[in-house]
């Protein structure tokens, strides 16, 4: 079995070329839950979603975000009577939403997204990391600010300063599929706000270290592929580069994947982790996510 640590956009996009040349059903994915809310009285669980369209071949691939094709007639009439959305939901996605918010009343969100995949035929496994209540803050010149009003209301732009977000247990089985998995694959999201909040779990760290770990970097150059990822390296002290990335990972990584114009970087990272592997991998085409998945499954 392969285990997968997986935030929105940067790794559901490798899980679209991984799922293409691997057995869905050997495949685990953690997902990140520290972005989770209610907005307009649903729970929305964005990076989960994604990672369930993203099996079911429903994803928005534009976007990264909601399902292709979807209408927007419950947002637009929300705005038309005077309550706009900040998220920006689908009809069907909503739909998502509403019935995990439904089933989360008798239900873990474990539980919830369990019987999601199941409705939606997924084979893989989807985990969230916890089922805790969890919130993420960001400190910035503008003041402290939730996750999605920094990104969507203020569109990435205040200054900021720090980050940090709540402790929570991790959900059921999450140690034990890391303990049991050939291999853990870190995809490239957001290293801060998607991964930390997975590995700073208890225990799970301490499981990576005994397990075999690959990871890519979500950074080519000094730039993000997407997202405000740049930023919050650079608040917390970390260089924005695919070294400021092994660096966070050192200690349980044992193969890092980074972009061919980071070749003269690998020196660099070497002195870090031993094993590092250069290729493309900004993904902008389903071939492009097949080529890596096939290089970070060593096909």
Do not use: C
């Amino acid at each position: 079995m392969i285990t997968i640590l997986s935030g929105g956009t940067g790794t559901p996009k490798l899980i679209q070329g991984i799922k293409n040349i691997h057995n869905p059903s050997d495949i685990s994915v953690i997902v990140n839950t520290v972005e989770n809310d209610y907005f307009s009285g649903v729970y929305v669980a964005a990076d989960i979603d994604t990672v369930l369209y993203t099996f079911a071949d429903m994803i928005n691939d534009e976007t990264w975000y909601g399902i292709k094709n979807d209408t927007f007639t419950t947002n637009q009439q929300l705005e038309e009577l005077g309550s706009p959305e900040l998220l920006r939901i689908g009809d069907i996605d909503r739909a998502t939403k509403i019935q995990k918010t439904m089933l989360m009343e008798t239900h873990t969100l474990t539980e919830a997204v369990d019987i999601q995949r199941k409705n939606m035929a997924i084979e893989a496994k989807i985990l969230p990391m916890s089922d805790e209540p969890s919130k993420i803050a960001i400190k910035t010149d503008i003041g402290d600010l939730e996750f999605h009003d920094f990104l969507i209301k203020h569109r990435s732009l205040p200054k900021v300063y720090d980050i940090s977000y709540s402790k929570v247990k991790p959900s059921p089985h999450i140690i034990e599929t890391i303990e049991n998995s050939e291999m853990i694959i870190i995809g490239p999201s957001n290293p801060i706000t998607s991964i930390m909040p997975i590995i700073n779990l208890e225990g799970v760290e301490k499981a990576l270290k005994n397990a075999y770990v690959i990871a890519i970097s979500p950074i080519i150059g000094t730039s993000p592929v997407s997202g405000p990822a740049g930023k919050f390296m650079n608040a917390l002290g970390y260089e924005v580069s695919s070294y400021g990335v092994a660096s966070m990972y050192k200690s349980f990584l044992d193969k890092f994947i980074i972009d061919n114009f980071d070749e003269k970087s690998k020196n660099k990272i070497e002195k870090l982790i031993k094993d590092v592997t250069i290729t493309k991998t900004n993904m902008q085409n389903i071939q492009d996510k097949e080529n890596l998945a096939k290089v970070v499954l060593d096909i």
